[in-house]
């Protein structure tokens, strides 16, 4: 299994980025697929989730309306495209197979700040 990600970056708050995950080593379109994310200093928190075939996600509170989640099955990669970034939004996020995290790829760094 091989979980990479990318797009992270340093964003005023207001801002917005899209992150992508590519996936091998498995078969992706078979796998319910999520975002969790780490900020400094905390444990890992789950953001958000996306059925087999996309037809249905789910998100943390504090995301919702603000962060979308897709996939391409076809691609065998994972998006999560983030609107109205806050500081709170600052951390590594990681895309995973599982909505703990526990098998997840290297991560990508988001770092929202003015």
């Known amino acids: 299994v091989q979980l990479v990600e990318s797009g992270g970056d340093l964003v005023q708050p207001g801002g917005s980025l899209r992150l992508s995950c590519v996936a091998s080593g498995f078969t992706f379109s078979a796998w319910e697929m999520s975002w969790v994310r780490q900020a400094p200093g905390k444990g890992l928190e789950w953001v958000s989730s996306v059925s087999t075939h996309g037809t249905f996600s789910d998100y943390v509170a504090s995301v919702k309306g603000r962060f979308t989640i897709s996939r391409d099955n076809a691609k065998n990669t994972l998006y999560l495209q983030m609107n109205s970034l806050e500081t709170e939004d600052t951390a590594v996020y990681y895309c995973?197979?599982?909505?703990?995290?526990?098998?997840r790829g290297q991560g990508t760094q988001v770092t929202v700040s003015s």
């Open positions: 995973a197979t599982d909505r703990r995290g526990e098998r």
